[in-house]
Protein backbone atom coordinates (compact mmCIF):
# COMPACT_ATOMS: atom_id res chain seq x y z
CA UNK A 1 0.00 0.00 0.00
CA UNK A 2 1.41 3.11 -1.02
CA UNK A 3 2.38 5.81 2.04
CA UNK A 4 0.76 9.54 2.68
CA UNK A 5 -1.55 9.07 -0.64
CA UNK A 6 -4.15 12.05 -0.05
CA UNK A 7 -7.51 11.58 -2.31
CA UNK A 8 -9.79 14.50 -3.46
CA UNK A 9 -12.40 13.29 -1.93
CA UNK A 10 -10.09 13.57 1.59
CA UNK A 11 -10.11 17.24 0.94
CA UNK A 12 -13.12 19.06 1.50
CA UNK A 13 -12.80 19.27 5.28
CA UNK A 14 -9.54 19.78 5.87
CA UNK A 15 -8.03 22.38 7.95
CA UNK A 16 -11.64 22.21 10.30
CA UNK A 17 -12.08 21.10 13.68
CA UNK A 18 -14.03 17.57 13.14
CA UNK A 19 -17.19 16.75 15.18
CA UNK A 20 -16.71 15.01 18.57
CA UNK A 21 -15.95 17.42 21.03
CA UNK A 22 -13.29 17.51 23.45
CA UNK A 23 -12.16 14.80 25.65
CA UNK A 24 -13.61 16.01 29.15
CA UNK A 25 -10.82 14.24 31.76
CA UNK A 26 -7.59 15.75 31.73
CA UNK A 27 -4.87 13.60 32.80
CA UNK A 28 -1.79 14.06 35.40
CA UNK A 29 0.54 11.63 32.72
CA UNK A 30 0.17 10.57 29.29
CA UNK A 31 1.89 7.18 27.41
CA UNK A 32 2.26 8.87 23.99
CA UNK A 33 3.63 5.82 21.64
CA UNK A 34 4.79 6.40 17.92
CA UNK A 35 4.44 3.72 14.89
CA UNK A 36 6.85 4.14 12.17
CA UNK A 37 7.56 3.06 8.17
CA UNK A 38 11.14 3.06 8.60
CA UNK A 39 13.99 3.41 10.47
CA UNK A 40 14.66 5.93 12.95
CA UNK A 41 18.09 6.22 10.85
CA UNK A 42 17.06 7.00 7.83
CA UNK A 43 18.11 10.44 7.75
CA UNK A 44 14.70 11.55 6.31
CA UNK A 45 11.07 11.44 7.05
CA UNK A 46 11.28 8.84 9.95
CA UNK A 47 14.22 10.14 11.55
CA UNK A 48 12.23 13.11 11.74
CA UNK A 49 8.96 12.08 13.38
CA UNK A 50 11.30 10.47 15.98
CA UNK A 51 12.99 13.72 16.29
CA UNK A 52 9.55 15.29 16.90
CA UNK A 53 8.94 12.78 19.84
CA UNK A 54 12.08 13.34 21.48
CA UNK A 55 11.02 17.34 21.25
CA UNK A 56 7.74 16.24 23.10
CA UNK A 57 9.36 14.28 26.06
CA UNK A 58 11.99 17.44 26.33
CA UNK A 59 8.85 19.87 26.12
CA UNK A 60 6.75 18.08 28.66
CA UNK A 61 9.28 15.71 31.01
CA UNK A 62 7.81 13.85 33.57
CA UNK A 63 4.24 13.86 32.25
CA UNK A 64 5.13 12.34 29.21
CA UNK A 65 6.38 8.85 28.43
CA UNK A 66 6.97 7.51 25.06
CA UNK A 67 7.28 4.66 23.37
CA UNK A 68 7.87 3.52 19.52
CA UNK A 69 8.89 0.88 16.70
CA UNK A 70 10.13 1.33 13.47
CA UNK A 71 10.24 -0.49 10.10
CA UNK A 72 6.53 -1.62 10.51
CA UNK A 73 5.20 -2.97 7.39
CA UNK A 74 1.91 -0.93 6.12
CA UNK A 75 -0.45 -4.21 6.52
CA UNK A 76 -1.19 -6.92 9.01
CA UNK A 77 1.76 -6.11 10.96
CA UNK A 78 0.31 -2.50 11.42
CA UNK A 79 -2.71 -3.51 12.99
CA UNK A 80 -1.06 -6.30 15.27
CA UNK A 81 1.15 -3.53 16.47
CA UNK A 82 -1.44 -0.92 17.27
CA UNK A 83 -3.14 -3.29 19.04
CA UNK A 84 -0.26 -4.25 21.50
CA UNK A 85 0.24 -0.73 21.89
CA UNK A 86 -3.43 0.03 22.66
CA UNK A 87 -3.25 -2.67 25.11
CA UNK A 88 0.12 -1.87 26.71
CA UNK A 89 -1.62 1.57 28.43
CA UNK A 90 -0.34 4.03 25.32
CA UNK A 91 -2.99 7.06 25.63
CA UNK A 92 -2.31 8.44 22.46
CA UNK A 93 -0.54 6.60 19.15
CA UNK A 94 0.40 8.26 16.23
CA UNK A 95 0.69 6.32 12.91
CA UNK A 96 3.31 7.83 10.78
CA UNK A 97 2.89 6.74 7.64
CA UNK A 98 -0.23 7.09 4.83
CA UNK A 99 -0.51 3.30 4.87
CA UNK A 100 -1.57 2.90 8.45
CA UNK A 101 -4.81 4.26 7.60
CA UNK A 102 -7.39 1.26 7.53
CA UNK A 103 -5.08 -0.08 10.73
CA UNK A 104 -5.39 2.82 12.50
CA UNK A 105 -9.25 3.16 11.87
CA UNK A 106 -9.80 -0.20 12.52
CA UNK A 107 -7.89 -0.56 15.98
CA UNK A 108 -9.74 2.64 16.86
CA UNK A 109 -12.87 0.98 17.02
CA UNK A 110 -12.03 -1.46 19.08
CA UNK A 111 -10.34 1.15 22.18
CA UNK A 112 -12.28 4.16 22.00
CA UNK A 113 -10.57 5.56 25.21
CA UNK A 114 -7.27 5.30 23.20
CA UNK A 115 -6.54 8.52 21.43
CA UNK A 116 -5.57 8.12 17.57
CA UNK A 117 -3.09 10.64 15.21
CA UNK A 118 -2.98 9.02 11.93
CA UNK A 119 -0.49 11.07 9.85
CA UNK A 120 -1.21 12.40 5.73
CA UNK A 121 -4.35 10.58 5.77
CA UNK A 122 -7.97 10.95 5.76
CA UNK A 123 -10.15 8.53 7.04
CA UNK A 124 -11.75 9.70 10.68
CA UNK A 125 -14.38 6.58 11.22
CA UNK A 126 -14.44 7.18 15.14
CA UNK A 127 -14.52 10.12 17.33
CA UNK A 128 -11.05 9.34 18.69
CA UNK A 129 -8.96 9.23 15.45
CA UNK A 130 -7.80 12.59 13.94
CA UNK A 131 -5.50 13.10 11.10
CA UNK A 132 -2.16 15.85 10.55
CA UNK A 133 -0.51 16.46 7.89
CA UNK A 134 2.04 19.07 6.53
CA UNK A 135 2.37 21.25 3.03
CA UNK A 136 5.72 20.34 2.04
CA UNK A 137 4.93 21.62 -1.49
CA UNK A 138 5.54 24.54 -0.14
CA UNK A 139 8.83 23.94 0.20
CA UNK A 140 9.68 23.16 -3.14
CA UNK A 141 8.93 26.71 -4.28
CA UNK A 142 12.17 27.15 -2.59
CA UNK A 143 13.96 24.41 -4.13
CA UNK A 144 12.93 24.97 -7.70
CA UNK A 145 13.71 28.64 -7.43
CA UNK A 146 17.24 27.38 -6.59
CA UNK A 147 16.88 25.00 -9.42
CA UNK A 148 15.85 27.41 -12.00
CA UNK A 149 18.53 29.34 -11.17
CA UNK A 150 21.61 27.27 -10.85
CA UNK A 151 21.48 24.47 -13.27
CA UNK A 152 23.59 25.24 -16.03
CA UNK A 153 22.42 22.26 -18.55
CA UNK A 154 18.75 23.45 -18.40
CA UNK A 155 17.95 20.51 -16.99
CA UNK A 156 17.01 19.75 -13.46
CA UNK A 157 15.51 15.92 -12.10
CA UNK A 158 12.97 15.03 -9.12
CA UNK A 159 13.42 11.49 -7.83
CA UNK A 160 9.81 10.50 -6.74
CA UNK A 161 8.59 7.22 -4.74
CA UNK A 162 5.15 6.87 -5.94
CA UNK A 163 3.20 8.59 -8.82
CA UNK A 164 0.24 10.08 -6.06
CA UNK A 165 -1.00 13.50 -5.42
CA UNK A 166 1.57 14.44 -2.11
CA UNK A 167 4.40 13.48 -4.71
CA UNK A 168 2.90 15.01 -7.37
CA UNK A 169 1.91 18.48 -5.86
CA UNK A 170 5.21 18.87 -4.95
CA UNK A 171 6.70 17.91 -8.17
CA UNK A 172 4.44 20.39 -10.10
CA UNK A 173 5.64 23.02 -7.51
CA UNK A 174 8.72 22.60 -7.71
CA UNK A 175 8.99 22.32 -11.66
CA UNK A 176 6.64 25.55 -11.94
CA UNK A 177 9.13 27.53 -9.35
CA UNK A 178 11.74 26.84 -11.73
CA UNK A 179 9.89 27.58 -14.66
CA UNK A 180 9.32 30.83 -13.23
CA UNK A 181 13.13 32.03 -12.92
CA UNK A 182 14.23 29.89 -16.21
CA UNK A 183 11.89 29.74 -18.77
CA UNK A 184 14.00 27.14 -20.70
CA UNK A 185 14.41 24.34 -17.79
CA UNK A 186 13.49 20.99 -18.33
CA UNK A 187 12.19 18.19 -16.15
CA UNK A 188 13.91 14.66 -15.41
CA UNK A 189 11.49 12.66 -13.24
CA UNK A 190 12.38 9.07 -12.58
CA UNK A 191 9.88 6.92 -10.16
CA UNK A 192 11.63 4.70 -7.62
CA UNK A 193 8.54 2.95 -5.99
CA UNK A 194 9.96 3.27 -2.99
CA UNK A 195 10.07 5.70 0.15
CA UNK A 196 13.26 4.44 1.42
CA UNK A 197 15.80 2.17 -0.62
CA UNK A 198 19.26 3.86 -0.49
CA UNK A 199 20.40 1.26 -3.61
CA UNK A 200 17.50 2.51 -5.79
CA UNK A 201 17.45 6.14 -4.54
CA UNK A 202 21.14 6.54 -5.45
CA UNK A 203 20.72 4.17 -9.08
CA UNK A 204 17.63 7.10 -9.83
CA UNK A 205 20.48 9.96 -8.90
CA UNK A 206 23.48 8.09 -10.94
CA UNK A 207 21.27 7.89 -14.16
CA UNK A 208 19.69 11.52 -14.11
CA UNK A 209 23.72 12.56 -13.64
CA UNK A 210 24.51 10.68 -16.38
CA UNK A 211 21.96 12.31 -18.54
CA UNK A 212 23.16 15.95 -17.47
CA UNK A 213 20.92 16.36 -14.81
CA UNK A 214 22.78 19.02 -12.00
CA UNK A 215 19.99 19.91 -9.72
CA UNK A 216 18.12 16.63 -8.31
CA UNK A 217 15.44 16.90 -5.74
CA UNK A 218 14.06 13.76 -3.98
CA UNK A 219 10.47 12.89 -2.90
CA UNK A 220 12.18 9.58 -1.16
CA UNK A 221 13.53 9.71 2.53
CA UNK A 222 17.13 8.42 2.57
CA UNK A 223 20.50 10.69 1.72
CA UNK A 224 21.19 8.32 -0.57
CA UNK A 225 20.70 11.20 -3.50
CA UNK A 226 22.52 13.66 -1.78
CA UNK A 227 25.73 11.27 -1.46
CA UNK A 228 25.28 10.47 -5.21
CA UNK A 229 25.47 13.80 -6.04
CA UNK A 230 28.78 14.25 -4.10
CA UNK A 231 30.49 12.51 -6.67
CA UNK A 232 29.68 14.75 -9.39
CA UNK A 233 31.64 18.25 -9.24
CA UNK A 234 28.81 20.84 -9.86
CA UNK A 235 25.45 19.30 -8.85
CA UNK A 236 23.36 19.78 -6.05
CA UNK A 237 20.61 18.82 -4.14
CA UNK A 238 18.20 19.64 -1.31
CA UNK A 239 17.14 18.08 2.05
CA UNK A 240 14.26 15.87 2.13
CA UNK A 241 11.92 15.75 5.11
CA UNK A 242 15.29 16.59 7.79
CA UNK A 243 17.73 18.83 7.28
CA UNK A 244 20.67 16.21 5.74
CA UNK A 245 23.05 18.66 7.13
CA UNK A 246 26.27 16.47 6.69
CA UNK A 247 25.83 17.37 2.74
CA UNK A 248 26.04 20.86 3.41
CA UNK A 249 27.49 23.24 2.13
CA UNK A 250 26.88 21.34 -1.21
CA UNK A 251 25.36 18.95 -2.84
CA UNK A 252 22.64 20.19 0.28
CA UNK A 253 22.27 23.86 -0.57
CA UNK A 254 18.88 23.90 1.75
CA UNK A 255 16.30 21.47 2.59
CA UNK A 256 12.78 21.25 3.51
CA UNK A 257 12.55 19.97 7.30
CA UNK A 258 9.37 18.52 8.39
CA UNK A 259 9.09 20.20 11.52
CA UNK A 260 6.27 17.83 14.03
CA UNK A 261 7.81 18.15 17.43
CA UNK A 262 5.53 21.25 18.02
CA UNK A 263 2.01 19.08 16.87
CA UNK A 264 3.11 16.45 19.22
CA UNK A 265 3.76 18.76 22.07
CA UNK A 266 0.33 20.74 21.25
CA UNK A 267 -2.09 17.41 20.57
CA UNK A 268 -0.59 15.91 24.24
CA UNK A 269 -0.32 18.77 26.21
CA UNK A 270 -4.38 18.64 25.25
CA UNK A 271 -4.85 15.37 26.43
CA UNK A 272 -3.02 16.94 29.67
CA UNK A 273 -5.42 20.15 29.81
CA UNK A 274 -8.49 17.89 28.87
CA UNK A 275 -9.12 20.21 25.56
CA UNK A 276 -8.51 17.54 23.21
CA UNK A 277 -10.32 17.38 20.36
CA UNK A 278 -10.76 15.44 16.96
CA UNK A 279 -9.09 17.19 14.44
CA UNK A 280 -7.83 17.45 10.90
CA UNK A 281 -4.33 19.22 10.48
CA UNK A 282 -2.64 20.45 7.41
CA UNK A 283 0.58 23.41 8.00
CA UNK A 284 2.90 24.65 6.40
CA UNK A 285 5.35 27.01 6.01
CA UNK A 286 3.42 29.75 7.92
CA UNK A 287 2.88 28.19 11.21
CA UNK A 288 6.79 26.45 11.36
CA UNK A 289 5.35 22.88 10.69
CA UNK A 290 7.53 23.22 7.34
CA UNK A 291 10.53 24.71 7.67
CA UNK A 292 13.33 25.64 4.87
CA UNK A 293 16.85 25.12 6.31
CA UNK A 294 19.99 27.09 5.95
CA UNK A 295 20.30 28.07 2.22
CA UNK A 296 24.23 28.01 2.20
CA UNK A 297 26.55 30.18 0.98
CA UNK A 298 27.64 27.79 -2.02
CA UNK A 299 25.12 29.47 -3.87
CA UNK A 300 25.92 33.02 -5.25
CA UNK A 301 24.43 35.98 -3.59
CA UNK A 302 21.74 36.61 -5.95
CA UNK A 303 20.11 33.13 -5.75
CA UNK A 304 20.31 32.78 -2.15
CA UNK A 305 18.32 36.28 -1.50
CA UNK A 306 16.07 34.77 -4.86
CA UNK A 307 15.23 31.58 -2.56
CA UNK A 308 15.02 33.57 0.70
CA UNK A 309 12.35 35.92 -1.35
CA UNK A 310 10.11 32.82 -2.57
CA UNK A 311 10.28 31.46 1.23
CA UNK A 312 8.99 34.71 3.06
CA UNK A 313 6.62 35.04 0.21
CA UNK A 314 5.34 31.94 0.65
CA UNK A 315 4.76 32.47 4.77
CA UNK A 316 3.53 35.95 4.52
CA UNK A 317 0.33 34.56 2.27
CA UNK A 318 1.35 36.79 -0.47
CA UNK A 319 2.61 33.75 -2.73
CA UNK A 320 1.13 30.62 -3.40
CA UNK A 321 2.89 27.61 -4.86
CA UNK A 322 -0.05 27.48 -7.39
CA UNK A 323 -1.13 30.62 -9.18
CA UNK A 324 -2.80 31.00 -12.69
CA UNK A 325 -2.38 30.97 -15.56
CA UNK A 326 -1.94 27.45 -15.31
CA UNK A 327 -2.31 24.53 -17.48
CA UNK A 328 -2.85 20.93 -17.33
CA UNK A 329 0.18 18.98 -19.23
CA UNK A 330 -2.79 18.79 -22.17
CA UNK A 331 -2.94 22.16 -22.21
CA UNK A 332 -5.84 22.15 -20.84
CA UNK A 333 -6.42 25.16 -18.29
CA UNK A 334 -6.60 24.36 -15.12
CA UNK A 335 -6.14 27.66 -13.12
CA UNK A 336 -7.47 31.11 -14.61
CA UNK A 337 -4.56 34.04 -14.48
CA UNK A 338 -4.61 35.03 -10.88
CA UNK A 339 -6.66 31.99 -9.59
CA UNK A 340 -5.36 29.42 -6.81
CA UNK A 341 -6.47 26.21 -6.49
CA UNK A 342 -8.79 25.29 -3.16
CA UNK A 343 -7.10 22.17 -0.84
CA UNK A 344 -9.59 20.12 -2.41
CA UNK A 345 -7.94 20.00 -6.09
CA UNK A 346 -4.09 20.14 -4.53
CA UNK A 347 -5.33 16.94 -2.25
CA UNK A 348 -6.52 15.30 -5.87
CA UNK A 349 -3.46 16.06 -7.91
CA UNK A 350 -3.26 13.62 -10.71
CA UNK A 351 -1.73 15.59 -13.02
CA UNK A 352 1.14 16.77 -14.71
CA UNK A 353 1.30 20.57 -15.17
CA UNK A 354 1.93 21.75 -18.51
CA UNK A 355 5.32 21.33 -19.67
CA UNK A 356 6.25 18.21 -18.07
CA UNK A 357 7.43 15.76 -20.42
CA UNK A 358 6.31 12.18 -20.39
CA UNK A 359 3.17 10.26 -18.98
CA UNK A 360 2.36 9.70 -15.24
CA UNK A 361 3.02 5.81 -14.32
CA UNK A 362 -0.43 3.85 -13.81
Partial sequence: ??????????????????????????????????????????????????????????????????????????????????TQMALGGCNIIFTTSFGYMDATNAVAKKFPDVKFEHATGFKRESPNVSTYNARFYEGRVVQGTIAGMMTKSNKIGYIGSYPIPEVLRGLNAYYLAAKKVNPDVELSVIWAYTWFDPAKEADAAKAMIEQGV????????STAPLAEAAKTPGVIGFGQASDMAAYKPSPRVTSTIDNWGPYYIKRVQALLDGTYEQTDSWEGIASGEVEIGEITDALPPEVKAAAEAARDAIADGSRH????????QDGTAWLADGQTPPDGD???????VEGIKGDIPQ
Fill in 321 to 328: AFTGPINK
Fill in 1 to 82: MKRRTLLATAALALGMTVGGGAFAAGMDHVKACFVYVGPIGDGGYTYQHNQGRLDLEKALGDKVETAYQESVPEGADAERVL
Fill in 346 to 352: LLGMNFY
Fill in 214 to 221: DVIAQHTD
